[in-house]
């Protein structure tokens, strides 16, 4: 299923996580998209970026899983990225009202190669879904450009609080979150955030291959493991 086939009520799904405390602020769960019509040089989930070969996912199926995380005190919000999130907003714009039917306070921030502008511009679609966003962060990921930022991966990447919710973050210190690395039950290692480091994915998956092990990005979803 093609990313941009996916429709309102479907998604194209990458893979999902149901904790992550390196990818916006608080603890927060991640949905990362299939397909990104970008090429951005050392892309961190190059596995995202084909619009073939993503999960079918439905929205309702999501938006359960998504608010019975927050109703249970698990998360505060999620993180959209992939992928490219502008890349299907009907869906995730239906995501977001859907939780928010729920729990009102569910917080919502992306990751976009687009700028801002280009997006208050762009398809009704997409002006949905950044309207329904508390933050974003807009630009290509250029590897000339690396900087160990808060969430960003190179300096042209740009924070920006589309509501009052976060907007005292902006005034913080603008460093690393680093990365989570954990063991699943089947023992395969898996991370999630953004390198501090440029090359990162290459280098790391390189040296651990010369040992033997794969690691793979963060991938643990509702009710499953694996893309």
Same mark, same amino acid.
């Given at each position: 299923?093609?990313?941009?086939?996916?429709?309102?009520?479907?998604?194209?799904?990458?893979?999902?996580?149901?904790?992550?405390?390196?990818?916006?602020?608080?603890?927060?769960?991640?949905?990362?998209?299939?397909?990104?019509?970008?090429?951005?040089?050392?892309?961190?989930?190059?596995?995202?970026?084909?619009?073939?070969?993503?999960?079918?996912?439905?929205? =309702?199926?999501? +938006? &359960?899983? !998504? /608010? #019975?995380?927050?109703?249970?005190?698990?998360? %505060?919000?999620?993180?959209?990225?992939? @992928?490219?999130?502008?890349?299907?907003?009907?869906?995730?714009?239906?995501?977001?009202?859907?939780?928010?039917?729920?729990?009102?306070?569910?917080?919502?921030?992306?990751?976009?190669?687009?700028?801002?502008?280009?997006?208050?511009?762009?398809?009704?679609?997409?002006?949905?879904?950044?309207?329904?966003?508390?933050?974003?962060?807009?630009?290509?990921?250029?590897?000339?450009?690396?900087?160990?930022?808060?969430?960003?991966?190179?300096?042209?990447?740009?924070?920006?609080?589309?509501? =009052?919710?976060? +907007? &005292?973050? !902006? /005034? #913080?210190?603008?460093?690393?979150?680093?990365? %989570?690395?954990?063991?699943?039950?089947? @023992?395969?290692?898996?991370?999630?955030?953004?390198?501090?480091?440029?090359?990162?994915?290459?280098?790391?998956?390189?040296?651990?291959?010369?040992?033997?092990?794969?690691?793979?990005?963060?991938?643990?979803?509702?009710?499953?493991?694996?893309?």
């Amino acid at each position: 299923m093609s990313a941009g086939a996916a429709g309102a009520g479907m998604l194209s799904v990458a893979r999902t996580l149901d904790r992550c405390g390196v990818l916006g602020p608080g603890v927060r769960a991640v949905v990362w998209v299939q397909g990104c019509p970008l090429r951005c040089r050392g892309c961190v989930a190059a596995e995202t970026l084909p619009f073939e070969g993503g999960t079918p996912r439905a929205v =309702g199926e999501l +938006a &359960d899983w !998504l /608010a #019975g995380l927050a109703e249970d005190g698990t998360v %505060e919000g999620v993180t959209l990225s992939g @992928g490219e999130p502008f890349g299907q907003p009907e869906a995730l714009a239906a995501l977001l009202d859907a939780v928010r039917a729920r729990m009102p306070e569910f917080t919502a921030m992306a990751y976009s190669g687009f700028r801002h502008e280009a997006l208050l511009r762009g398809t009704p679609g997409q002006r949905a879904l950044l309207d329904r966003l508390d933050l974003l962060v807009d630009g290509p990921y250029v590897a000339a450009r690396h900087a160990p930022l808060r969430w960003r991966g190179s300096a042209n990447q740009r924070l920006i609080a589309l509501t =009052g919710r976060y +907007a &005292d973050l !902006l /005034a #913080g210190p603008d460093t690393s979150a680093g990365l %989570e690395v954990s063991l699943g039950p089947d @023992g395969a290692l898996s991370w999630a955030g953004v390198p501090p480091v440029p090359d990162f994915r290459a280098r790391l998956d390189a040296r651990l291959a010369a040992r033997g092990i794969t690691l793979r990005p963060a991938d643990e979803g509702p009710g499953r493991r694996g893309p």
